[in-house]
């Protein structure tokens, strides 16, 4: 029987360990959001786990009081899997970084997305190593000056949403670091979402990389510069929201409702469902507005899903209960 | 060619070594495994050992694609597949020319003579045919025309084509080899109507040549000798053949029943590990959760995240898998959650030589680690008893809350032999560390006095929520601590943890003899060789030779030095250039350890192992 959760308060998820990143970083919005988002999701305490690598944003586990690992670099994404298959009830959250899961941990981020575990991975992604001090991650841009490429980057950069829709993503969420009541209601939404769901925090490093998403999260900015998708509605955005999104051949264009006879209508209504993931695409790699909210949340079996069928499925047709039925089975003999 | 003949009775033999050779195509290993499990059903004693090579299909009559299987049948106990053969089979001259050098003289070779076309032979870079040039005067020759007799044989058999007639030649040759040891068919003809159920003209014809070579072999003179094998006196009990990672899987099996815990397997596909994978996903009907991974990486870790989880976890490899897990294994160290890991050994360094074997990676287990991260290391030392080391290794593990690392190699993990099934009912208790509530003040490092073991503490326990990992932690509190003191108090106690396991293994224990002139040792598994061997020289009159092997590694018996005391020479033998004793060397002061090492990627040599030892006590 299932016992009733308790009412929780954000004080419940707060650990005794002192916080200790840099004084303005996002990433106290970050916990913080966290902290209020799990009373509002319905899950007990004890069934909470996170699993971080390693990084600025992998100290996160310390500062929950739930169960976590502080892992290591780029790794989270096996242990969180490890976990989340040994026990399906457990709410499992990967915390990881630009550099943690797409450079060191690339290769296990791919193939987490691609068999959609119902877990969720809140990626920190703020273009730079933080913790290490400076040097130019896979998502810095080109020409971007850090402490290993004093004379500007010349790797071109990963745009995480891209990749993990190459890589099957399921759910794709992207919010400002600066914005904790969307980002709150994002990470329940990703709890709801069963199926591995990704959220992009662009969440700025107050130290290495100071300002790098301004131009798009600035408060003053932000209603212009973004478009916060909602599934089933309009793509409307801007400080009189009065522009939006249309197709125009196999581009995304900005219009303006009221100019050359645009009305409401003649917009895209945000379909976060649609399983060809084309339109999601487009809205990932769009800069102006860049699009936050949920890009893509189509609904899918999960990989538990199919081993639970699989194994009711061998264990109704087996002939073996205990390990004597299998060792004393077949071709044996007697010595006597 | 010889033609005398032979209404004698069966020549009564205590074992003899065979060989079958041919194309990595041609069947070999089922041929091997049918004449050995025949004769297992029997009551001989058996060791197998297949040898083929990492091609899947190698070139045809190349002399690097030749698949061989061997197979040591007794009436005695039997503890290796054996050195020198006394029947080797041929399918063809690749097979022939690499096989020769190991037929003892005077013995029997059967060969095909279809196979041995002009192109055959220069693919087997044979200058001349050895069927017609002499070479093979010193060997009871016995021609065989197996492919042309394969195809008369099946000449009214309706609906197969000639690809399907020619490669059921190998089972010609295996009726020739059961009439001329006095094994019955049926067994193999209980396997093929198991086998194909659904294709009743493939039994049919399988069954045909089989008996085809049965009958050839009686009714034609051919044969220089008839031989037979007595049962073997083996423990009373119910048996079975049982592949090395079989039984590594299966001890896996059982400790999860006995411990009452799921059983989760991260892995990830390598020679010659992989097995294990392949037989414990075939077991979800007991819950076993095996997951293939992206990478080496993500085996061991998903295994850890189990761990956490409260499953009993395994991560299996070989080598250079290992060397990839290093760091998350020491990550588990740290964090002192139970897992097994098993390498497989194979030749190294780097990738090597995948499919043959080696006992190269003990320093590797022990030490291939950043800092200093101690865990416990065990050896399988036959194909059977990998079920029991298995067994322990998860059975430590949960009782001592540290990774295990399980070494077995190539030779034992694809060799099979018999094995007295064990019933979980009498396999030794498995106790845990799980706390389901939380005591006044608890922390997550509180530890065990006898064993240092820290609590278990799964999620979804209420009360006992919890942070881990790789950070330094506070020995009271588990919290992170960069405090100096406490480092080094942290490290003392992980090491100590791993020491005091000592207590919880039996002591070791000499054979053949309790004290004397040389003391031969060993670990893992060469086993079976040096038993031989030195059992050999004691029949000979040397009692003044013991043995001993090694299954615990680290820690290592409580009596280890005692033992050395009592041997005025001690010869520590490995297949590699000096790894256990090295570790022997840094315990153990005052004793001059003597090596004995080989590093080809096969076994050791009985003869090597003889004129080594005798040389010593001379």
């Known amino acids: ?336 | 060619m010889n033609t005398t003949k032979t209404n004698q009775q069966p020549e009564v033999l205590e074992a003899v070594v065979i060989r079958f050779v041919g194309d990595s195509g041609d069947g070999m290993q089922l041929t091997g495994t049918q004449f050995s499990d025949t004769s297992a059903m029997f009551g001989n004693d058996i060791a197998t050992f297949p040898n083929y090579p990492s091609e899947i299909r190698a070139p045809q009559g190349s002399l690097y694609g030749v698949s061989g299987f061997q197979v040591h049948i007794g009436s005695v106990a039997i503890s290796t597949p054996g050195d020198n053969l006394d029947l080797l089979v041929a399918m063809n001259p690749a097979g022939l020319k690499t096989n020769l050098h190991a037929l003892k003289p005077g013995h029997t070779v059967i060969v095909d003579t279809d196979s041995f076309s002009k192109k055959n032979l220069e693919k087997a870079q044979y200058e001349s045919n050895p069927l017609e040039d002499g070479s093979l005067d010193n060997y009871r020759v016995i021609e065989v025309a197996m492919t042309s007799l394969t195809k008369e044989a099946l000449k009214e058999v309706e609906g197969l084509d000639n690809k399907s007639i020619t490669r059921s030649k190998n089972m010609f040759a295996l009726g020739m080899v059961y009439w001329m040891y006095d094994r019955s068919t049926d067994y193999t003809i209980d396997f093929f109507n198991k086998k194909f159920k659904s294709k009743p003209q493939i039994i049919k014809a399988n069954t045909k040549v089989l008996n085809a070579g049965f009958y050839f072999a009686e009714t034609l003179e051919l044969i220089p000798n008839s031989y037979t094998i007595s049962p073997a006196k083996m423990e009373k009990g119910t048996y079975r053949i049982i592949m090395g990672n079989t039984a590594t899987a299966w001890g896996l099996l059982a400790a999860a029943e006995k411990s009452g815990l799921e059983l989760f397997l991260g892995s990830y596909p390598i020679t010659p590990a992989t097995d294990i994978l392949h037989e414990l996903v075939k077991h979800k009907h007991f819950g076993v959760k095996a997951f293939q991974a992206e990478d080496e990486i993500a085996g061991i870790t998903s295994a850890i995240g189990a761990s956490f989880a409260g499953d009993l976890a395994i991560t299996t490899t070989s080598g250079p898998g290992l060397a990839l897990k290093g760091e998350a294994l020491g990550l588990a160290m740290m964090i002192e959650l139970p897992l097994v890991v098993i390498n497989v050994q194979r030749g190294g360094p780097s990738t090597g030589l995948p499919t043959k074997t080696e006992q190269s990676d003990l320093l590797q287990a022990m030490y291939g680690r950043n800092g200093e991260s101690p865990v416990i290391v065990l050896a399988a030392s036959t194909p059977a008893d990998c079920f029991n080391y298995a067994y322990e290794a998860a059975k430590l593990a949960l009782e001592h809350m540290t990774p295990v690392v399980l070494l077995t190699d190539g030779y034992i993990a694809n060799g099979s032999a018999p094995w007295k099934i064990q019933s979980v009912n009498n396999m030794p208790e498995i106790k845990n560390n799980i706390i389901k509530e939380a005591s006044e003040n608890w922390h997550p490092y509180d530890r065990n006095e006898d064993t240092l073991a820290r609590n278990w503490a799964i999620p979804g326990t209420e009360g006992l929520e919890h942070r881990v990992g790789g950070l330094e932690k506070d020995r009271v509190t588990g919290n992170v601590s960069y405090v100096p003191d406490n480092h080094e108090h942290m490290t003392h106690i992980r090491a100590e943890k791993v020491k005091r396991v000592q207590n919880y293994i039996p002591e070791i224990k000499p054979e053949f003899a309790e004290e004397g002139d040389l003391l031969v040792v060993g670990w893992g598994g060469t086993y079976g060789s040096l038993h031989s061997a030195v059992k050999q020289l004691n029949d000979e009159g040397f009692k003044n030779i013991g043995f001993t092997h090694f299954h615990h590694i680290n820690p290592l018996p409580k009596n280890t030095e005692d033992l050395f005391k009592k041997f005025k020479k001690i010869i520590v033998c490995e297949l590699n250039s000096g790894q256990f004793v090295q570790i022997l060397r840094n315990h153990f002061n005052g004793f001059d350890f003597k090596q004995f090492n080989k590093v080809q990627g096969l076994p050791f040599g009985n003869n090597d192992l003889i004129q080594e030892f005798k040389q010593l006590v001379k």
């Not at chain 1, 990967?94 to 296990?108: E, P, R």
């Not at chain 1, 990963?158 to 190459?166: D, I, K, M, Q, R």
């Open chain 1, 1 to 336: 029987m299932e016992t009733a959760v308790k009412k929780y308060t954000f004080k419940d998820f707060t650990s005794d360990q002192e916080v200790r990143w840099c004084p303005g970083c996002d990433d106290y919005v970050i916990l913080r959001s966290m902290q209020k988002a799990l009373p509002e999701m319905g899950v007990k305490k004890e069934d909470v786990v996170f699993i971080s690598g390693i990084g600025c944003s992998s100290r996160f586990p310390y500062y929950m009081n739930t169960y976590g690992m502080h892992s290591i670099h780029g790794r989270a994404p096996g242990i969180a899997s490890g976990v989340k298959l040994a026990n399906p009830d457990l709410s499992v959250w990967i915390i990881t970084g630009d550099g943690d899961s797409m450079a060191i941990g690339g290769n296990h981020f791919i193939h987490l997305l691609r068999r959609n575990i119902d877990l969720n991975l809140i990626m920190f992604n703020n273009e730079i190593y933080g913790l290490t001090k400076g040097q130019f991650s896979p998502t810095s841009l080109v020409g971007q000056k850090t402490k290993s490429s004093p004379y500007g980057n010349t790797q071109p950069p990963f745009s995480p949403g891209e990749l993990a829709l190459g890589a099957q993503a399921r759910f794709f969420a992207r919010i400002g670091g600066n914005t904790p009541k969307e980002m709150t209601h994002l990470f329940v939404e990703a709890e709801k979402f069963k199926g591995t769901s990704l959220i992009e925090v662009l969440q700025n490093c107050v130290i290495f990389n100071d300002g790098c998403f301004t131009q798009y999260t600035d408060k003053a900015v932000r209603a212009d510069k973004q478009i916060f998708l909602e599934h089933g509605k309009p793509m409307i955005f801007g400080k009189e929201s009065n522009k939006g999104l249309v197709l125009n051949g196999l581009k995304l264009e900005v219009v303006t409702i009221g100019e050359n006879g645009v009305t409401q209508e003649d917009l895209l209504v945000h379909n976060a469902k649609e399983q060809d993931p084309t339109l999601h695409q487009m809205l990932v790699r769009l800069d102006y507005p860049i699009a936050t909210g949920i890009i893509r949340s189509f609904d899918d079996v999960t990989l538990e899903e199919r081993e639970d069928a699989l194994t009711k499925q061998v264990k109704a047709n087996s002939k073996f209960k205990k390990t004597d039925d299998l060792f004393f089975a077949g071709e044996t003999y007697e010595v006597k």
